[in-house]
């Protein structure tokens, strides 16, 4: 399916419903808590060695001069080291956070229609995919620096399309990166008060987790991503709806 025909398809769905999604998310979310919980441990496994990154013109400032360590403010050479890393660091943890949040939507859709198949957590890191996850988190940064341009608002505008971005990666592996942005973009703009409603919404839900004893935050903190199938399922549709 050519992207016009995509967005043709988007304007012949119904608007997106913010109870039937909401409450959706909610039963299904009980059905996939465990592989939520995995997916999130996954994630912070897979960008923690680029947190570690950052630190490495610190580290390396450290040992070369130990009393380096004592200042309140560390030397101007170390701070322009970590702002180079930055955009490496921003790319992969985007890189590997749009991948497990793709798998985890195509993980959602198995369960949703009682599909027998194994949870692929690492689905699109085989096969080349990861290449294509690539090109949309170097797009999803160039934007979050146009966000932050605009004040700070644009990122709030950001937040709809950017919540969809995993959905087109899982379901319309066909289109290009820069297609999947514009259908992001394409689909947000037209339910954008209801999806930022629910990602808002089910985030506050989420971070709920925090009650039990903090921990409990890791078993729920993905509630917040299982909108985003219901969003396209019900924006875009499967082509077994046909």
Known sequence: MDLQTLHQKILERPSLDFGS???????????VWVQGFIVLLLTIITILPFYIMIYIPMIAAGITDPEMLRS????????IGMLILLPVFLVGVMTFGLALNA?????CKQYDGNETANDDYFYFFK????????????IMLGLTFLGMLACGIGMIYLIVP?????????????????????????????????????????SIVAEL??????????????????????????????????
Do not use: H
């Open 127 to 138: 096969q080349g995919r990861l290449g294509k996850v690539f090109n949309i988190a170097l």
């Open 103 to 107: 798998a985890f939507l195509k993980i």
């Open 21 to 31: 999604i909401f409450s959706a998310s909610v039963d299904l979310f009980k059905k």
């Open 209 to 242: 987790g925090v009650i039990l004893c903090c921990i409990g935050i890791l078993f729920t903190a993905m509630l917040s991503k299982v909108p985003a199938y219901f969003m396209y399922k019900d924006g875009v549709g499967f082509e077994v709806d046909n």
């Open 162 to 202: 950017f919540s969809l971005f995993p959905a087109f990666l899982a379901f319309k592996e066909e289109l290009s990166a820069m297609e999947m942005v514009k259908a992001s973009f394409f689909l947000g703009n037209k339910n954008w008060l209801v999806i930022f409603g629910l990602v808002l919404v089910l």
């Open 72 to 79: 309140e403010e560390p030397p101007v050479i170390v701070v």
